[in-house]
């Protein structure tokens, strides 16, 4: 009896051990995927594996105060309405909206009753100037052999010069619509640029408030800046303004103005900058601008992408790449952070110019090598 119980738990623990042996990994490889080696050394699949990327630090020369939102508009001379100086009636219109113009190009042509009127008033003073000079001669010199009062003849040469002024002002009148003797006015672009708004058809009235036209020049943008509270007393006039677009490209501008309040509703102040015009901006888009102070250079060091710092024990750590072997060992740096905004940390210690450090996968780095 005691025989057949012995035999009854050898066979029981032959084949707990053998469910144990085909539930367990079957050898090294697979526990290496998934352990770096003790020196932190990582196989180039299991850096594939934890998704690990590396950037190199590069060298910051100012430091980022912080990043604001922005919108991106237009300087004040680039955007210029088109208006008709006389009202009448669109008889053609010669642009379409989104049209690159150029400056002085026609855009609509415009039938109005007032210029006829200038053209008459020309056409009469100009018959009258002929006589009243005439007239002016004839009694000054009749004044001079005493025929004649001097002051008559001072008022023929008055009437005459009333006459001239009454033809330049009608010149200038129809020059300055481009309106012939027929009464048709030309309006064109007064920059070149492209057309943002067309607000006339063909055949309507046209004068008023409403412009017909507004042109908008593109090569040169501006950025309305809303600057928080807390950062009112420090931006100045000339600091660097850093936009990050699409793609990581970066478009750098410069600061134009900074308000001298405080909007009570926002609690921030206005500013402005200027930057280039680049595609992926247009007039009216939001973005967030970072903002960075050139003169605290005692702050300096290098620049990394946010992503590459990590927080362990209460300090700051970066995952800096090195060679091993046949692997790649990462090893874990403590860092000094002196600023960090718009997705860049400015590293004042602890790390050099050009040393490659993790942007991706670093929270898998941190729980592998030990990190809290």
Known sequence: MDRKILAGGAAALIVIAAGYAWLTPSGPEEVA?????????LSAEQIAQL?????????????PLGSVPALVSLPPQARVAVT??????????????????????????VRSADPVQFSGDLARAQADLSYEQARAD????????????????DEAQAAASRTRATIAENNRLLAMAGAGRDGTATLRAPISGRVAQVNIETGEAVGGDMAPFVIENTA?????????????????????????LPGSSEVAGRILSVGASLDPQTRSVPAR??????????????????????????????SVPSAAVTRIGGQDYVFVRGASGDGVAFARRKVIVAADAGGRAIISGGLKAGEPVAISGVAELKSLLGGE
């Open 33 to 41: 995927q998934a352990e770096p080696q003790g020196d932190g050394t």
């Open 51 to 63: 998704g690990i990327t590396v950037e190199n630090s590069v060298a910051a020369d100012a430091v």
């Open 84 to 109: 008709t100086p006389f009202p009448g009636v669109a008889v053609r219109v010669l642009a379409i909206e989104g049209e690159a113009v150029r400056r002085g190009q026609a855009l609509a042509q």
């Open 138 to 153: 004839r009694l000054a010199k009749l004044a001079d052999e005493g025929v004649v009062a001097g002051v008559r003849a």
């Open 220 to 244: 040169a943008l501006r950025l309305d800046l809303q600057v928080p509270e807390r950062l009112a007393g420090k931006v100045k006039t000339g600091m660097p303004v850093t936009l990050t």
């Open 273 to 302: 900058a200027s930057i280039p015009a680049v595609p992926g901006l247009v007039p009216g888009q939001s973005v967030m601008a970072v903002i960075a102070d050139p003169a605290g250079s005692d702050q300096t060091g290098v």
